[in-house]
């Protein structure tokens, strides 16, 4: 039997990227799945390209109104949810001499407000033995030059993780982190604009124990994994998949 078979899923951000190859695989393993993007063209596009099992809402998770919207769609379909994943979010290189109040809270609303508040309004939806899992990122331990406000917004995940581990604990619900490194998605290819300096940044990226980047879809068989009964002991964690940058 497939390991989410009879589930129901959300992934946010789940047009492109490590979004899309979880929503994806959560598809292949049996689930009934939910998807959120920023724009109508693109969440259509991407649910139409997923299958019968995948339906699309638009909006925004740092958007109160939109994640509103997004609950009301889930819970209208009658099956709660059993997995959560709280993919949304993004970053830009910003030294800490060009860093704004603009920027630093745009970053943290993106990042940190988003999976906050995307747990927070789905959690009456939540059906027992619930798994929710949480986007963290290499960079948070890394001190990449230039990425700290999204560094600390990661770092922030984790805490949150952690906490909502304890705290959610009572109700049956699991809590862990997955932490992506170099993993090849337009988001990682856009940091930079086209040239030797993004050809560059992506052969950086490359320099680890395994030699490569990683592809999405070995993400997301580990977000398979943290979602699926097969880690029912596991909450509070972390699980990396950066190729061994951070490890070795």
Known sequence: MPQLEGKTALVTGGTSGIGYATARAFADAGAKVFITGRTQRRVEEA????????VGVAGDV????????LV??????????DVVFANAGSGEFVTLEQETPEHLADTFNRNVGGTVFTVQK???LLNSGASIVLAGSTAAT?????????AAAKAAIRSFGRTWATELADRGFRVNTIVPGPINTPGAQELLPEGDERQ???????????????????????????ASDASSFMTGSEVVVDGGINQV
């Open 122 to 124: 789905t959690l009456p």
């Open 200 to 226: 560059n940044f992506l052969d950086s990226l490359a320099s680890n124990p395994m030699g490569r980047i990683g592809n999405p879809e070995e993400l997301a068989a580990a977000v398979v994994f943290l």
């Open 47 to 54: 649910a139409s390209s997923l299958g019968a099992g995948v």
């Open 142 to 150: 890394r001190g990449t030059p230039a990425f700290g406000a999204y």
């Open 72 to 81: 009301d769609v889930i819970r209208a379909a009658g099956a709660g949810l």
């Open 62 to 69: 740092s958007s109160a109104e939109d994640l509103d919207r």
